[in-house]
């Protein structure tokens, strides 16, 4: 018998990558409407820079859909009934960030601070629930590399 997911499980079933329809299935409609949107918002303003490919992070972890160029720009990260994207903030970015500082909401300065450093950066979770997460994302990814134009 088949255990009922909880909340923040991950999509592991390895045969294939999920669809848009598996992923708004298990993040729920709310939280893939922020998924398409910020999805929406990267390739308007980075348009032909990424080309999203889903990873299987092995058996706990789960499928991510991650955004890269050389190097790492973010992960989505479908999880039951939520929707998370990750940011690893490098040295030169988290002293961006840190000249910010008191600009940025305090959830957002909390999450930073509370975020382990590791020796290419800090890793950065970032809930997605409301548009004020979508922007604080936005505004991450933007200090991480500058869009190439906006859209128009």
Known sequence: MEQSPEVGDRI???????????VCD???????GHWAELRNWIEAYYPAVFAPEWLYRGKKRGWSL?????????TFLPEYRLFSVEVVLGGA??????????GWRPQLVKLYDEAR????GKWLKVGISSAADRRDVTELLSLKRPPPRSPG
Do not use: H, L, Q, V
């Open 12 to 22: 592991t079933d390895k045969s294939a990558p999920p669809d848009d329809d598996t």
């Open 26 to 32: 298990w993040i729920g409609p709310k939280a893939f």
């Open 117 to 120: 450093a590791y020796p290419d």
């Open 93 to 102: 970015e988290r002293e961006k960030f840190e000249a910010r500082r008191y």
């Open 66 to 74: 991650r955004y890269k160029k050389s190097r790492a720009f973010c």
